[in-house]
Nanobody, 115 residues
Framework: VQLVESGGGLVQPGGSLRLSCAAA????????MNWYRQAPGKVRELVAG????????NYAGSVKGRFTISRDNAKNTVYLQMNSLKPEDTAVYYC?????????WGQGIQVTVSS
C-alpha cells in the first residue's frame, strides 16, 4: 500500500489549497479514505472522511463549511479542497486508509497558513 500526498505549501490567511493523495497497492474503490492533520504539540486529528463510492462524507467541526473531501476512483486519488484557510489550520496533513483492519498512512505534507 502506498499513499502519496501532494499540494501542500505556504498560503496566506483566507487563501485556498488543494491536497491530493495518490493511492496504490490496493483496490482503491473498495475503501473509505480519510485526511488527518497534526499540528506541533498536538495530537493527530481526523479532518475529513469519505466512503468508498464517495456518497457520504464527514468533517471535523473546525473545518466544516470550509474544507471539501472528494475522490476520483478512476484515478485512485482522494482530494482535500481547503478554502478560507486560517493560521490554526497549519499542520502536517496525512492521507489515511484502513484496509482489513490495518491503518496505512502517507508520509504527510506540510500546510502553513501565515501572512
Amino acid at each position: 500500500v502506498q499513499l502519496v500526498e501532494s499540494g501542500g505549501g505556504l498560503v496566506q490567511p483566507g487563501g485556498s489549497l488543494r491536497l491530493s493523495c495518490a493511492a496504490a497497492g490496493f483496490t482503491f474503490s473498495y475503501y473509505g479514505m480519510n485526511w488527518y492533520r497534526q499540528a506541533p504539540g498536538k495530537v493527530r486529528e481526523l479532518v475529513a472522511g469519505i466512503t468508498s463510492a464517495g456518497g457520504s462524507t464527514n468533517y471535523a467541526g473546525s473545518v466544516k463549511g470550509r474544507f471539501t473531501i472528494s475522490r476520483d476512483n478512476a484515478k485512485n486519488t482522494v482530494y482535500l479542497q481547503m478554502n478560507s484557510l486560517k493560521p490554526e489550520d497549519t499542520a502536517v496533513y496525512y492521507c489515511h486508509a484502513r484496509i482489513r483492519g490495518t491503518s496505512y498512512w502517507g508520509q504527510g505534507i506540510q500546510v502553513t497558513v501565515s501572512s
